[in-house]
């Protein structure tokens, strides 16, 4: 971990960036001193073509980045880190929102250990280049 979901609204069309959000997002979580792993990271969209925002009666548009992380993070460190990912989420559609009806939400989660099951030999292949 961290798993890292941008789900968003197919009315966005090509003004969101979406591929370059997602490269934005892996960067900032390799740029973490270590304490997420390289080899752990997955940064994922999900394009919505069904869906209501509000009243269902705009051209209403929404991105909702979640964030899967594995317990045991210090709380300064993740109020900061993710306070920082979130300002530069906005950065990236500040155009979207100086344009348009948009509404943007960032929301982590912690996993149970006892709930989750991995296996991962991206980790050794990485310790194999350096």
Avoid: W
């Amino acid at each position: 971990m961290p798993h890292c979901i941008v789900e968003y609204t197919d009315n966005l069309g090509p003004d969101a960036a979406i591929q370059e959000l997602l490269e934005k997002l892996a960067a900032k979580f390799r740029d973490s001193n270590g304490v997420f792993p390289t080899g752990g990271i997955r940064v994922r969209a999900i394009r919505l073509s069904e869906y209501v925002v509000a009243d269902g009666k705009g051209n209403d548009a929404f991105v909702n980045v979640t964030a899967k992380i594995g317990p045991g993070r210090d709380p300064d460190f993740k109020k900061q880190f993710f306070k920082q990912m979130f300002e530069m989420v906005k950065e990236h559609f500040k155009v979207v929102f100086a344009t348009r009806s948009f509404a943007l939400s960032l929301y982590i989660e912690e996993a149970d250990e006892s709930g989750s099951f991995k296996e991962n030999n991206i980790h050794a292949r990485l310790r194999s280049q350096k």
